[in-house]
Structures are given as structure tokens and as C-alpha cells.
């Protein structure tokens, strides 16, 4: 029988291959996340007619001849170039920019694994970022002090999640003091307790500089009471270091007795019945207003000859709140946005990467697993060592080429035709050869 037919047939065969690769690439033109196939194809072997022969004598060398004898699949690869952007505003899809997989399971001890590049998280009613198989998302844990630990585990996002409160610690004065004017006045500002409680404190000052010295002040405590007015804290005290004074150019350049900035704090050490509030004030009973350390807690307060606008800012402090919503960011942070407008520190997504990822297994639903050719998963955090960031509200489109595909598709039905050809043109010739007989 002829060799041409069972040529033919590897190559129909082949083709048939890469047609299902093919297929199968433009069946997932729109997966998320999805790496599309590449199929090459190699030569199987070839039958020597005659060895080649070496130069001799006055004759040349000879080339050695073959007939080939089929084909073969050469490689089907897995190729995990970034495909496009697909915008969706919704804050559980995640897509890295970059090189890297989301790391799933669904193991209670996190040790079976999985891989993928499809960011198209839910949450479910425990607060866990899963995938739409309920798989889920492994991140880097936060401790009792909201950063961020090597603790391995799943994304959690708490819908009970709180933001306990803290108390005010540091009071700045921002603002004018008119050099112009004499008159005492009172400004207020609000400060919090260690339970979230908010308590209005007012300041007095006054003018008290002399003919040679001119440019002094005076500041006092005055009354400090909850915002309700239901409760007053007696005994609070601002120590010795009062006397603020100004250059000729409106600059502060004495805090306390000398020309030199000393320190200043509110101190509540030692108020009365404060066993009754509950709570404590500040840092071991004591808020900062003036530190010679920090020259933003004073820099910002002048002596001109303009209108009064100074005014005491509770630099921290809030009361307790409940989560209200989330976001990513790019290092793949989940942070908490709670009612009393802060934010906290959740838990951070983690990301693989491999030294060879054609080298991973596709399981189906979008997951990889690591090979003996992939090398071992490399974990760490997005937007570092390599690893691509995390953007919130987009998804990986697929990285399908509808335009090579359809070329693809084109020459690989033209070679499916020629060897079928092949095939047709064999059997008319063994036809003839049959015919002989006649």
C-alpha cells in the first residue's frame, strides 16, 4: 500500500487537533480570564532509502534519501499573554495588571490549591470572597493591630465588622490672633474619650503682653462637658506652660516662660469621679497640644494685625462604627469604610507566580494546577517582587484573537482539504494498478 495514504491520514488527523484547539479557543472568546491554546505541529519520522556518503576518490559526497512519513503534534501550549480590560464597577471583580494568579481553594486547611487568572469574585452570607464555585480566595491576614501578617487565609468580609473607637490624643491650634485686640474670647473644639464618647472643651485667651513685651498671651482652661451637657469633667488642668508669645513679624517664638517652645497637655489625671465615666482621656490621661518636637502642633498659629479666626482641632479620636462597604486597592488590600468614616485593614489578597506558567495544568472553570514543569507556586503580595497590582471593579477578558483564529481556522481546513486530497489522488492511482489486470 502506498505511504502517501497513511501520510495523509496523520495529517487529517492533526488537523482535526488543531481545529478542536481552534474551536476551543473561540468557544471561550468571552471567559473571563481564560489563556487560549497554541498548537504546532512536527514531523514524525522518515524512512532512509540511502545513507548519505562521504566524498571519495574523485567523486563528491552524496546527500542521504528520505521519504517522510507523517505528522505529529508538536505542542499544544497554553499562552498567558494579559488579555484586555472589561470595566464592571463592581468591587468584588479583581484583575491583575501584570504577572501573577488569584490563589483559591476548597480545603478547611488550605492545602489544595488552585490557580487562576478569573477575578470574578462573590461574597457569601459568611463574608467570604469566593469564586462562582464557591471556592475561596486566600489572602495574607490582619492582626488585633490592623497590619497586615504572613497568617495565611480567606478573604473575609465581615458584614457585622466594627471600628472600635479611639480616644483624642493630640489638640492643634490653627489660626489668627488679632494683635490688634485685647478683648478675652473663647473657642471650643470637641474631643473623644476611649469609649467613643465626645465631650465639647473651650479654651480662653487673652492679651497680656506689656509695653516692652508686647506680643504675649494667655491661655486658659474653661469648661469641659459632654455633648449632651449632662456631664461636666471638673479638675482638668493645662500646667504651668500657658504664656504664648509672638515676634515682631506674627511668628510664634516662646511657648511657656522663656523665649523657647516648651511642651503643653491637657491633663485629666486627676478629675474628679472619673471611676464614674468609665473611660480615659488621651495617652494615660493626658492630650498633647504643644509638642517642641512636632513643629506642626504650633507653626500654624500667628499674631497679625488681622481679623480672629483661631480655632483647637481634635487632630484624632472617633466614636465606634459599623461597616458600610469596602474596596481593593492596588496591593490588594481589603479595607473595611465604616459609618464613623474611617477605614480598616481586612485582610490582603495573595497572588502566585510561577517560573515556567506554561508549564500549568488546566483543571476546567478557569482553575490551574501546578506540574513538575511549572515549578512550585511562588506567593506573595500584589504590586511587589514582580507580582502584578490588583485592580477592583474590572475583569481579564479573554486573551482570544478572533482574527488569528479565524486565519487559523482557514489554513487548517485548507491542509485538512489537501491531505484529504491526498488520500483521493492514492486511491485513484492504486486504482489504476488494479486495472493493470484487465
Given amino acids: 500500500m502506498m505511504r502517501s495514504m497513511y501520510s495523509a491520514v496523520s495529517g487529517l488527523r492533526v488537523h482535526q487537533t488543531k481545529m478542536d484547539v481552534i474551536g476551543n479557543n473561540i468557544a471561550n472568546v468571552n471567559t473571563v ?44 501550549n497554553t499562552i498567558h499573554t494579559k488579555g484586555p480590560t472589561q470595566t464592571t464597577d463592581n468591587p468584588t471583580d479583581l484583575m491583575i495588571d501584570g504577572e501573577g494568579f488569584f490563589v483559591v481553594t476548597d480545603d478547611t486547611n488550605y492545602e489544595n490549591k ?84 465626645s465631650y465639647l472643651v473651650k479654651f480662653e485667651f487673652k492679651k497680656t503682653g506689656t509695653e516692652t513685651a508686647p506680643n504675649k ?51 485629666f489625671s486627676e478629675i474628679e469621679n472619673k471611676e464614674k465615666l468609665g473611660a480615659t482621656f488621651g495617652d494615660s490621661g493626658k492630650i498633647t497640644i504643644f509638642d517642641p518636637a512636632d513643629k506642626d502642633s504650633y507653626n500654624k498659629l500667628t499674631q497679625y494685625a488681622n481679623d480672629r479666626d483661631i480655632k483647637p482641632y481634635a487632630e484624632n479620636g472617633n466614636s465606634s ?78 486573551n482570544v484573537d478572533l482574527s488569528m483564529e479565524f486565519t487559523e481556522m482557514i489554513t487548517t481546513q485548507r491542509g485538512f482539504q489537501a491531505n484529504s486530497r491526498i488520500i483521493t489522488a492514492s486511491d485513484e492511482m492504486l486504482q489504476e494498478l488494479v486495472n493493470m489486470k484487465r
Fill in 33 to 76: 480570564g481564560y489563556k487560549k491554546g497554541q498548537m504546532t505541529f512536527q514531523e514524525v519520522f522518515s524512512q532512509v532509502i540511502r545513507g548519505a556518503g562521504a566524498p571519495q576518490g574523485g567523486k563528491g559526497g552524496t546527500n542521504p534519501q528520505q521519504i517522510g512519513l507523517g505528522v505529529g503534534i508538536g505542542s499544544i
Fill in 114 to 197: 488552585y490557580y487562576t487568572r478569573a477575578g470574578n469574585f462573590t461574597l457569601d452570607k459568611a463574608g467570604n470572597l469566593v469564586t462562582p464555585d464557591g471556592f475561596k480566595v486566600l489572602g495574607y491576614k490582619v492582626d488585633e493591630n490592623e497590619n497586615i501578617t504572613d497568617e495565611i487565609g480567606p478573604i473575609v468580609i465581615n458584614r457585622s465588622e466594627t471600628k472600635a473607637p479611639t480616644a483624642t490624643n493630640k489638640i492643634q491650634f490653627r489660626g489668627n490672633l488679632d494683635s490688634r485686640n485685647d478683648e478675652t474670647f473663647t473657642t471650643d473644639t470637641v474631643i473623644k474619650d476611649s469609649l467613643g464618647n
Fill in 217 to 267: 498671651w494667655t491661655m486658659s482652661l474653661g469648661e469641659i462637658k459632654s455633648e449632651d451637657g449632662k456631664i461636666e469633667i471638673k479638675g482638668a488642668k493645662l500646667g504651668d506652660n500657658t504664656t504664648i508669645k509672638f515676634d515682631e513679624n506674627g511668628k510664634i517664638i516662646g511657648i511657656g516662660a522663656e523665649d523657647a517652645i516648651n511642651g503643653l497637655k491637657l491633663d
Fill in 321 to 398: 462604627g459599623k461597616i458600610k462597604g469596602f474596596s481593593i486597592d492596588p496591593s490588594g488590600v481589603v479595607s473595611g469604610i465604616f459609618t464613623n468614616g474611617e477605614r480598616k485593614a481586612l485582610g490582603q489578597v495573595m497572588l502566585a507566580k510561577f517560573d515556567n506558567p506554561m508549564g500549568l495544568q488546566k483543571l476546567g472553570n478557569n482553575f490551574f494546577v501546578d506540574t513538575r514543569n511549572s515549578g512550585e507556586a511562588q506567593l506573595g503580595k500584589p504590586g511587589t517582587s514582580g507580582f502584578g497590582a490588583t485592580k477592583s471593579g474590572s475583569l481579564e477578558m479573554s
